[in-house]
């Protein structure tokens, strides 16, 4: 069985900057027995939506300023005058689109296929390959995107050889207040990879089963920084455009934790009794090491020394298995419900935040996975 689809999207991202996108998109899904179970795929290529940040970026009202050094008179107290050095300007007066914009797009290809049933089982296997095209950044034009030359840590600064190597951009002075940060469509393209293997149990008895276990490859590139907010290719900030921003910007994306691993089970071994189990394994977010580079004319400069999770540094894999018992009751005219959760059963403390700035401390860790906890909790309803 096949089931093709066809259509177009129409988007407009600013009325002020009078940009509007007709693309097209186009499915292709298709059903097929095999080996008694079910083959599936799916072939789909679609724009990507659109999001508030565009129409944010372009917003001609979008409030204007510039960036100046700090001339503190000593008291560590921000006040009127102490205005030093202008170092950039930034807003919607520096907010430009490019003529020859395009909306992004997305193309993906999946195939599946579900087991018939053996025993109190069913199996599910998934494969995907998705490709992102022409996401939108922020780059520098006019004046100040020719002041910048390239150079290298070792040649500026010095300082640890390992680093030595790494490219570093000098901004000659002055072209400051006259930036342009244009909107435009990225080169590169971002690539999703992954597959899932999912065992799960047939309903209506008295347990349940699911296990699933997933890998993901996903590399592209993504505004400076960590986590979800800043290492995600949808993230539309004008801190892209200054090229220092940009050394090592490809890497793992926050969303590709590359390995998986989630173990549900449940048990009612009286109606009136519920016991469940939860084992959850999953890889550390793409982490990098900020290098802070002095001797710059621009100042005091952060740069990613190594490319984000690809395949190393990570955050450390976090695993935990939690434990559930639940008892239901009647006491007179109520309905009531005691519970016991065991978080942290293992009692491990991995790290899930660390230090990342270069130096003796990095990799210190800053937070600490909680210790094992029971919590106890009563309900009732009136029936």
Known sequence: RFTARAGADLALIHAGAGLAFLSPAAGLAAEHRLADGELIGLLRHEPVPLTAQAAAFLDPARPSFRRYTWADDGDLVPEPGEAGTLLAAFGGATHTVSPRLRRPTSSQLSVGWRSPTFGPFRATAHGFARVLLDRLVVRLRGPAAQSYQRSTVGAVAGGDPIDADLP???????????????????????????????????PERPWFLNLMATGYWS?????????????????????????????????????????????????????????????????????????????????????MAVARGDPIPRY???????????????????????????????????????????????????????GRTLMATLSGAWR
């Not at 990342?356 to 990095?362: I, M, N, R, Y």
Request: charged share 20%; net charge negative; aromatic share 8%.
């Open 168 to 202: 570093v951009y000098l901004r000659t002075p002055g072209s400051e207040g006259r930036e342009l940060y244009r909107l435009e469509n990225a080169r590169r393209a971002h690539h999703h990879v992954g597959a899932e293997l999912q065992l799960v149990s047939e």
């Open 219 to 303: 590399l592209g590139c993504a505004p400076f920084g960590l986590f979800a907010d800043r290492n995600d290719p949808g993230i539309i900030d004008p801190v892209t455009a200054d090229p220092n921003a940009r050394v090592n910007q490809c890497g793992s994306l926050d969303a590709g934790r590359a390995y998986h691993i989630k173990l549900l089970g449940g048990l009612r071994p009286t109606p009136a009794l519920d016991l469940g189990l939860a084992l959850r394994y999953r890889d550390g977010e793409p982490m990098t090491r900020i290098l802070v580079v002095d001797g710059l004319p621009q100042g005091p400069t952060a740069l």
């Open 316 to 370: 450390t894999f976090h695993m935990t298995v939690d434990l559930r018992a639940a008892y239901r009751f009647t006491a007179g005219p109520w309905t009531a419900r005691f519970g016991l959760d065991l978080f942290n059963l293992l009692g491990s403390g991995t790290e899930i935040l660390e230090d990342v700035a270069s130096g003796a401390d990095f990799r210190r860790s800053l937070e600490m996975m909680p």
